[in-house]
Nanobody, 128 residues
């Protein structure tokens, strides 16, 4: 049974930091590109960042570049998103997603339908 379980969300003040985690099970984690997406109230879901399984190459949306860092630990089947200098506009439900590396190619942000598995999300709220 495949599972992606996000954690680490919460309420933080502007300028603060949070670290999200996504624990994977039920598939070969080391063969999958892992990505983070987010969806703010009333908006479409948007890609945040991706990381390749082998060489650890990464990709970031312009809106988070320089503030967020994606990483993964293939021994723990977990992907992380370190979020620094948070802004109110970062408020959203954050989701992790997994897609097969051999099929998708170099890490980027793919259309949602390209991913095989999705987590249920963790809420991040940035507010004074």
């Amino acid at each position: 049974q495949v599972q992606l379980v996000e954690s680490g969300g919460g309420l933080v003040q502007p300028g603060g930091s949070l670290r999200l985690s996504c624990a994977a099970s039920g598939f070969t984690f080391s063969s999958y590109i892992m990505s983070w997406y987010r969806q703010a109230p009333g908006k479409e879901r948007e890609g945040v960042s991706s990381i390749s399984p082998s060489d650890g190459s990464t990709y970031y949306a312009d809106s988070v570049k320089g503030r967020f860092t994606i990483s993964r630990d293939n021994t723990k089947n977990t992907v992380y998103l370190q979020m620094n200098s948070l802004k109110p506009e970062d408020t959203a439900e954050y989701y992790c997603a997994a897609g097969e590396d051999w099929r998708l190619g170099p890490a980027t942000l793919f259309p949602e339908y390209e991913y095989d598995y999705w987590g249920q999300g963790t809420q991040v709220t940035v507010s004074p």
